[in-house]
């Protein structure tokens, strides 16, 4: 039997204004600015649907003065689907803007790292370097979503479904994980946070949010490899992706488009 082909949704919820220089370890020598999107994103076919993160809320959005656009989740009814409907959700690691929203999905089990667990429950985020990325309540949230048996703690790459697969990367944070799907145009890797924008797995520098730098740096070569070309690499958090791939409707402009097409060349 042949490996199941999906569509894949990137749904833009939030976005904020940001300078080069806010973005590389090191810095940036131009003064320019390097907005920056906030995604979740849908993988689905006429079998299965799973969503991979959650994003954050309107709530969590304001004290944290980010531009909250839409609620991601109410926006996945443009594409015909309803939180119900979602059985499996991936988490790819316990950032307020990847996990917020957990909540609204009253059957999913969830699908993270089990490093990631400690890391979020363990002794660093103590230290605001690496809590303040984190929403205790999504936390304690997820806590008790896996007292009633429905988080899926991975240890290493897994498989959620034929054709979706989890790939363990770190780096970013102690347990992020990338997903692998297969379309019609190949194998597309959702890098998430392992690849903020194209620039960072482009030139080899990183972003300023770090657990581990080596694994990094490691993460982009294993993205690289799980996808089909450098083309089949979604950024996490880039801008460019809604310039470069179709809307999945007309309406749907700058709202949500469709991955598992071929991208266009945007200068
Ligand atoms: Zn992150």
């Known amino acids: 039997m042949s490996l199941p082909e999906y569509e894949i949704y990137a749904i833009r919820y939030a976005t904020r204004n940001a300078k080069r220089a806010d973005h590389f370890i090191g810095g940036d020598p131009h003064d320019a600015p390097m907005p920056m999107d906030y995604f979740t994103w849908v993988v689905r076919n006429k079998d299965r649907i799973v969503a991979v993160d959650t994003g954050f809320t309107a709530e969590v959005a ?20 309803t939180p119900e409907q979602v059985e499996d959700v991936v988490i790819t690691h316990m950032h307020y803007d990847h996990v917020g929203n957990f909540h609204k999905f009253p ?8 490093k990631e667990m400690h890391f979020c429950c363990g002794h660093y985020v103590r230290y ?17 979503l ?11 790459d897994a498989e959620v479904a ?3 697969t989890l790939h363990f990367t770190g780096g970013h944070t102690a347990g992020l994980q990338v ?19 194209y620039e960072h797995i482009r030139s080899n520098r990183l972003f300023v949010a770090a657990f581990h730098l080596g694994d990094m740096i490691d993460a982009y070569r294993k993205v690289e490899k799980l996808a089909d070309s ?7 958090h880039d801008p460019l992706v809604m310039r470069q791939y179709p809307p999945a409707s007309p309406e749907l402009e700058g709202v949500i488009v469709r991955l598992d097409e071929t991208p266009r060349a945007v200068a």
């Open 62 to 81: 304001a004290p944290r003065k980010r531009t909250f656009l839409r609620c991601p989740v109410e926006t996945m009814a443009k594409l015909g689907v």
């Open 107 to 114: 059957r999913a089990r969830f699908h993270l790292q089990e």
């Open 128 to 144: 605001p370097r690496f809590g303040h990325s984190m929403e205790v309540e999504d936390v304690v949230g997820m806590v008790r």
């Open 146 to 156: 896996n007292y009633k048996g429905r988080v899926e703690m991975h240890l290493g």
């Open 162 to 164: 034929p054709g979706i």
């Open 179 to 197: 997903v692998r799907v297969h379309t019609r145009r190949g194998w597309v890797v959702l890098a998430s946070d392992a690849a903020h924008y």
């Open 230 to 236: 450098p083309d089949h690499i979604i950024p996490g």
